[in-house]
């Protein structure tokens, strides 16, 4: 009897090249895998060449640990690896690399050449692999290091050579990939060139604002801000930019867990949600965040590239994420319209940690500048007016023309200079260091000392000492400053108003109600139903008042205070429909807010506009409208001169 025999193993070959396809997709994770392995071998310089427009030909040199002739051999072999030894090493993993499959599956699409040299060793080893097969290691001159080049990339795997995109889309990607691992190990110098051009380099100082100055140009370094959070178990490190520098794309969110580069929508929505009403719809920041925490609490084993991770406490990272950019965020240095104003500053000194290369995390206290005399429509101030003199002072007089007011800069020194005898800590302006180049920042031990000849010193807009002039069309305030014209959307600036002081109502957590006129009758569903009656305690505590009618119908008499819309029902289904208390209020807010604003052509007196330029003070965020729409909008006086040629 004939046994036909329909399962067989396949060849070394064809199983080292199905399982490439999960490894080495396109010239970018080529590169990914080899620079990665020089990390982990502790090197400080990688250098990445690409020789030719399509990328088939790779060479990446590091001056790491090497190998031996005896671990070049294993290197190519699938599932050998120096990171881990037992399946427990993974809870304790510190390396980038460890499953062992990066050297084995690139040799299985293209021709391998390793050249590898150990600090002890006298003279180093070459070894070529082909078609999967390795030859032997022979002696040969070489530098401390490895260097290994790739030829003929996908040579022998047409089909997936075929669905790459253009030479430049691919090479933009290999660019990104490179500047975001050099953002996570700013202690490392990169390198990487096509030809005889440099494409990116940086510096290697240990500084990740000099990563952040090569990757975006030294003035895009001052729309930055420090993120520096330390939770229980978690810390969180890196930049986010001001709300007025992003993009209309994700695609300059970073981050990294461990100093890991990973995607994660679960981190994209938690900046999304940080930057709710600082940001118009459809833009993005731009944000450089390393989450240090136990290694225990991920599970890095989740994706064959190693670009995706799992967290064992998501809620705790969601909330320290939100609350590190809204540290950063939420304070009127950052979210207040600015008036740059050139003048010299001395040294900042910021703790950096040598291992991670990121600033160390610091108390982030807000500012509290004095009040500044600023002119109103009478020529009195609007404090003066309002508030009438402080407590033990004196009324002060009224300047008799606008010359003797201070000047935004003098104002800026006496704030700074305050600022300077009650707090120690560096504010989050300094913090953004304006490096004149990448030899400025320097490594001095645990510190990083900057030296910044010239920078910005940016101070905030009161908008309480502008001067106002009118309205333009009903709508828009037109005021002067030291330093130009500005021009506010009344109706932008009164939904801030209202929307932060809903907020803090909302927020409140009284759980008071608003008696409906006509009570409203809800037909759910039975999965509605059972979530109401699960919730009706929490509902309650919202401000809720709902009796059962029968079935799965009930009665809707009281909203919640906070709540100004008319379509209880829809509130009531949106809590039930899964979404967060926090999500859901905001949502509901905007509508209250801007429903009460001021509209546009309404005609304001000169008490109306005072009194809605100083409640702008007082909110957190004076710069965008909850929508993320800019409030004002300044025309400085040099640009007024350019227009008219003088």
Same mark, same amino acid.
């Given at each position: 009897?004939?046994?036909?025999?329909?399962?067989?193993?396949?060849?070394?070959?064809?199983?080292?090249?199905? =399982?490439?396809?999960?490894?080495?997709?396109? !010239?970018?994770?080529?590169?990914?895998?080899?620079?990665?392995?020089?990390?982990?071998?502790?090197?400080?310089?990688?250098?990445?060449?690409?020789?030719?427009? =399509?990328?088939?030909?790779?060479?990446?040199?590091?001056?790491?640990?090497?190998?031996?002739?005896?671990?070049?051999?294993?290197?190519?072999?699938?599932? =050998?690896?120096?990171?881990?030894?037992?399946?427990?090493?993974?809870?304790?993993?510190?390396?980038?690399?460890?499953?062992?499959?990066?050297?084995?599956?690139?040799?299985?699409?293209?021709?391998?050449?390793?050249?590898?040299?150990?600090?002890?060793?006298?003279?180093?080893?070459?070894?070529?692999?082909?078609?999967?097969?390795?030859?032997?290691?022979?002696?040969?001159?070489?530098?401390?290091?490895?260097?290994?080049?790739?030829?003929?990339?996908?040579?022998?795997?047409?089909?997936?050579?075929?669905?790459?995109?253009?030479?430049?889309?691919?090479?933009?990607?290999?660019?990104?990939?490179?500047?975001?691992?050099?953002?996570?190990?700013?202690?490392?110098?990169?390198?990487?060139?096509?030809?005889?051009?440099?494409?990116?380099?940086? !510096?290697?100082?240990?500084?990740?604002?000099?990563?952040?100055?090569?990757?975006?140009?030294?003035?895009?370094?001052?729309?930055?801000?420090?993120?520096?959070?330390?939770?229980?178990?978690?810390?969180?490190?890196?930049?986010?930019?001001?709300?007025?520098?992003?993009?209309?794309?994700?695609?300059?969110?970073?981050?990294?867990?461990?100093?890991?580069?990973?995607?994660?929508?679960?981190?994209?929505?938690?900046?999304?949600?940080?930057?709710?009403?600082?940001?118009?719809?459809?833009?993005?920041?731009?944000?450089?965040?390393?989450?240090?925490?136990?290694?225990?609490?991920?599970?890095?084993?989740?994706?064959?590239?190693?670009?995706?991770?799992?967290?064992?406490?998501?809620?705790?990272?969601?909330?320290?994420?939100?609350?590190?950019?809204?540290?950063?965020?939420?304070?009127?240095?950052?979210?207040?319209?600015?008036?740059?104003?050139?003048? !010299?500053?001395?040294?900042?000194?910021?703790?950096?940690?040598?291992?991670?290369?990121?600033?160390?995390?610091?108390?982030?206290?807000?500012?509290?500048?004095?009040?500044?005399?600023?002119?109103?429509?009478?020529?009195?101030?609007?404090?003066?007016?309002?508030?009438?003199?402080?407590?033990?002072?004196?009324?002060?007089?009224?300047?008799?023309?606008?010359?003797?007011?201070?000047?935004?800069?003098?104002?800026?020194?006496?704030?700074?200079?305050?600022?300077?005898?009650?707090?120690?800590?560096?504010?989050?302006?300094?913090?953004?260091?304006?490096?004149?180049?990448?030899?400025?920042?320097?490594?001095?031990?645990?510190?990083?000392?900057?030296?910044?000849?010239?920078?910005?010193?940016?101070?905030?807009?009161?908008?309480?000492?502008?001067?106002?002039?009118?309205?333009?069309?009903?709508?828009?305030?037109?005021?002067?400053?030291?330093?130009?014209?500005?021009?506010?959307?009344?109706?932008?600036?009164?939904?801030?108003?209202?929307?932060?002081?809903?907020?803090?109502?909302?927020?409140?957590?009284?759980?008071?109600?608003?008696?409906?006129?006509?009570?409203?009758?809800?037909?759910?569903?039975?999965?509605?139903?059972?979530?109401?009656?699960?919730?009706?305690?929490?509902?309650?505590?919202?401000?809720?008042?709902?009796?059962?009618?029968?079935?799965?119908?009930?009665?809707?008499?009281?909203?919640?205070?906070?709540?100004?819309?008319?379509?209880?029902?829809?509130?009531?289904?949106?809590?039930?429909?899964?979404?967060?208390?926090?999500?859901?209020?905001?949502?509901?807010?905007?509508?209250?807010?801007?429903?009460?604003?001021?509209? =546009?052509?309404?005609?304001?007196?000169?008490?109306?506009?005072?009194?809605?330029?100083?409640?702008?003070?007082?909110?957190?965020?004076?710069?965008?409208?909850?929508?993320?729409?800019?409030?004002?909008?300044?025309?400085?006086?040099?640009?007024?001169?350019?227009?008219?040629?003088?």
């Amino acid at each position: 009897m004939q046994i036909n025999n329909r399962i067989h193993l396949l060849d070394t070959l064809t199983a080292n090249q199905i =399982a490439a396809g999960e490894v080495v997709e396109r !010239p970018l994770s080529v590169i990914k895998e080899l620079v990665e392995n020089a990390i982990d071998a502790t090197a400080r310089h990688i250098e990445v060449k690409i020789f030719d427009a =399509a990328a088939e030909k790779i060479q990446v040199a590091d001056d790491g640990s090497g190998m031996s002739p005896q671990d070049m051999l294993l290197s190519v072999k699938r599932h =050998a690896t120096s990171k881990i030894s037992r399946l427990d090493d993974l809870d304790n993993l510190f390396t980038l690399g460890f499953r062992g499959e990066a050297l084995p599956s690139i040799a299985a699409v293209s021709i391998v050449t390793i050249t590898s040299k150990q600090a002890e060793d006298i003279q180093g080893y070459k070894l070529k692999v082909e078609q999967g097969k390795p030859g032997l290691p022979e002696e040969t001159g070489a530098r401390n290091g490895t260097i290994v080049l790739v030829e003929r990339l996908f040579y022998n795997a047409p089909a997936r050579k075929k669905f790459l995109k253009s030479p430049r889309w691919e090479l933009g990607l290999i660019s990104d990939c490179l500047q975001k691992l050099a953002l996570s190990h700013p202690g490392i110098a990169f390198k990487l060139t096509q030809g005889s051009k440099t494409l990116f380099a940086s !510096p290697g100082a240990g500084d990740l604002g000099g990563v952040l100055q090569s990757i975006y140009g030294q003035e895009a370094l001052a729309d930055f801000t420090v993120l520096d959070h330390m939770g229980q178990d978690l810390q969180i490190s890196g930049y986010t930019s001001l709300p007025d520098f992003n993009r209309a794309e994700r695609s300059h969110y970073t981050f990294f867990v461990n100093q890991r580069w990973i995607k994660s929508r679960e981190l994209n929505a938690m900046v999304d949600e940080a930057y709710h009403t600082l940001l118009p719809k459809g833009r993005y920041p731009l944000i450089v965040m390393n989450i240090v925490l136990p290694q225990h609490s991920i599970d890095v084993n989740v994706h064959p590239a190693k670009l995706e991770i799992k967290f064992q406490q998501p809620r705790l990272v969601k909330e320290a994420v939100l609350t590190a950019i809204r540290r950063a965020l939420l304070h009127k240095e950052a979210l207040a319209p600015r008036l740059g104003v050139v003048g !010299p500053s001395k040294p900042t000194i910021l703790p950096v940690d040598p291992q991670t290369g990121f600033i160390r995390p610091q108390e982030n206290k807000p500012q509290h500048f004095k009040e500044s005399p600023g002119l109103a429509l009478d020529g009195r101030t609007l404090a003066e007016r309002l508030y009438g003199r402080s407590s033990g002072e004196p009324t002060p007089k009224p300047p008799q023309n606008t010359t003797t007011a201070p000047s935004s800069m003098e104002q800026c020194d006496e704030r700074q200079t305050s600022d300077a005898n009650t707090n120690s800590v560096p504010s989050p302006i300094e913090q953004r260091l304006d490096f004149s180049s990448p030899a400025s920042a320097t490594v001095s031990g645990r510190e990083i000392i900057a030296s910044q000849p010239t920078a910005f010193t940016l101070c905030p807009l009161v908008y309480a000492e502008l001067r106002v002039l009118g309205q333009v069309e009903n709508s828009f305030i037109v005021a002067v400053g030291e330093d130009g014209v500005y021009f506010i959307d009344q109706h932008a600036a009164h939904e801030r108003v209202l929307y932060e002081q809903i907020l803090a109502q909302a927020h409140g957590g009284s759980g008071e109600s608003r008696m409906l006129a006509l009570p409203q009758t809800i037909q759910l569903t039975a999965g509605e139903h059972i979530l109401l009656t699960e919730s009706i305690l929490y509902l309650n505590e919202l401000g809720f008042i709902i009796e059962h009618f029968g079935e799965n119908t009930y009665i809707i008499r009281g909203a919640p205070l906070w709540y100004e819309g008319q379509d209880a029902q829809g509130l009531l289904r949106s809590v039930l429909s899964g979404q967060s208390s926090d999500c859901l209020r905001r949502e509901e807010i905007f509508m209250a807010a801007c429903k009460q604003a001021i509209k =546009a052509n309404s005609r304001l007196g000169a008490a109306d506009i005072s009194s809605l330029l100083v409640a702008l003070d007082k909110c957190e965020n004076s710069a965008t409208c909850p929508h993320g729409r800019p409030i004002a909008v300044k025309i400085t006086f040099a640009e007024i001169r350019k227009r008219f040629l003088r």
